[in-house]
Nanobody, 126 residues
Framework: QVQLLESGGGSVQAGGSLRLSCAAS????????MGWFRQAPGKEREGVAS???????SYADSVKGRFTISQDNAKITLYLQMNSLKPEDTAMYYC????????????????????WGQGTQVTVSS
């Protein structure tokens, strides 16, 4: 099982930037999806961005053009660069990982994420 630890959250004003990090340790996967999710008070958790082990990425429409998901070369740390932040981006942000079967060739939206971090709070004030 992989362990995930997020960092980098904080409080910023609208229009500002933050970079979230997620350090992976333990039994990491060779074929995987990793994603960033968020949950605001009173709302359901939503997917923000994901990246496959082959480097393909996907984003929620609400963050396209503002957020960028990436990994370091060793694929140990996952990042989420968040620019032009809006108050509606305020939420607890979680990173998650899903191991992909050898035969799976789809995207990351519907895979079962079975490893989750503890979350990091992002607060954007107007």
């Amino acid at each position: 099982q992989v362990q995930l630890l997020e960092s980098g959250g904080g409080s910023v004003q609208a229009g500002g930037s933050l970079r979230l990090s997620c350090a992976a340790s333990g039994n990491t996967y060779s074929r995987y999806c990793m994603g960033w999710f968020r949950q605001a008070p009173g709302k359901e958790r939503e997917g923000v961005a994901s990246i496959r082990s082959d480097g393909s990425t996907s984003y929620a429409d609400s963050v396209k053009g503002r957020f960028t998901i990436s990994q370091d070369n060793a694929k140990i740390t996952l990042y989420l660069q968040m620019n032009s932040l809006k108050p509606e981006d305020t939420a607890m942000y979680y990173c998650a990982a899903a191991r992909l079967s050898w035969w799976y060739d789809g995207g990351c939206a519907q895979v079962p994420y079975n490893a989750w971090g503890q979350g990091t709070q992002v607060t954007v004030s107007s």
